[in-house]
């Protein structure tokens, strides 16, 4: 058996809700064990201190995101002082202000045509941030050097937390009492079954998002490290573009379910 697996499997026996993948184990190289003081600070040495790969990364993912964004806005700034019709043109480059404006009209058209104008508006920031955060943090599964920290529970099922406040907080602020009520059902007999498995279904979608994140992102991580074991020729590249492809895939789905969870609960439609 692979030894990432077994060092993997160990990791989850002896402290479960650590990291999916093995600090310690050469095929998990880090950048950040190259910089002084970190690993000690951190602890991102010895097996049961695999989480704390977690805060050092996606630190390091929100510092990019941050000054893309402050690129991006300086780009638009920009735009604006033309005044006039020259400030709704695009620049003549794909430069990062083009690239933020197509992210930007991606993710508004998504949650406007599922949740309308104004839910689509009220809850555009948090969808924006999670999937532009997610897609970079999986997209470090295929770089060189470097640990996804969305193939860990813990890192997910705080994004997941996150949306089930939101969702739940959404569908009270929307319909009161109401909101409860929808659960239970038009049928009084079978209200109080009905009612229990609604709210355990509303428990366990976060739940679900973050295993399914970090179980998809383990284990295209774990395929790609194994056939870079096997050869080192052709077949390697052609996981890596996989690998890519389920980084962005993965990402759409965790925003499309939050999306979706969100119109559940804002809904007021007797069903």
């Not at 095929?27 to 600070?41: D, I, M, Q, R, Y």
């Amino acid at each position: 058996m692979n030894r990432a697996l077994l060092t993997s499997l160990a990791a989850l026996a002896i402290a479960p809700g650590t990291a999916l993948a093995a600090a310690d184990d050469p095929s998990h190289f880090s950048w950040f064990k190259l910089v002084p003081g970190v690993a000690e600070t951190f602890g991102l040495e010895g097996l049961a201190a695999q989480e704390a790969y977690i805060f050092p990364t996606a630190m390091a993912v929100c510092g990019v995101l941050i000054v893309l964004a402050i690129i991006a806005r300086l780009g638009l700034e920009s735009a604006r002082k033309q005044g006039g019709t020259l400030q709704y043109v695009p620049a003549s480059n794909l430069g990062i202000r083009n690239l933020a404006e197509l992210y930007v009209g991606f993710v508004w058209n998504m949650a406007r045509g599922l949740l309308g104008d104004k839910d689509g508006r009220t809850h555009f920031a948090l969808l924006g941030t999670l999937l532009i955060y997610i897609w970079f943090s999986n997209l470090l599964a295929v770089t060189p050097g470097c640990l996804p920290p969305s193939d860990n529970v813990s890192n997910n099922f705080a994004m997941a937390i996150v949306v089930f406040v939101v969702f739940n907080a959404a569908g009270i602020w929307r319909n009161g009492l109401g909101y409860f009520k929808h659960m239970a059902g038009p049928i009084l007999v079978l209200a109080p079954l009905i009612f229990t498995l609604e709210m355990i279904a509303v428990f366990v979608r976060p739940v679900s998002l973050s295993l399914r994140l970090a179980g998809n992102m383990y284990g295209d991580h774990m395929v790609f490290g194994i056939m870079s074991d096997l050869t080192s020729w052709v077949v390697p590249s052609i996981f890596l573009g996989l690998g890519i492809f389920v980084s962005s895939v993965q990402a759409f789905v965790f925003t499309l379910l939050s999306i979706i969870y969100i119109s559940l609960a804002v809904a007021h439609d007797e069903h």
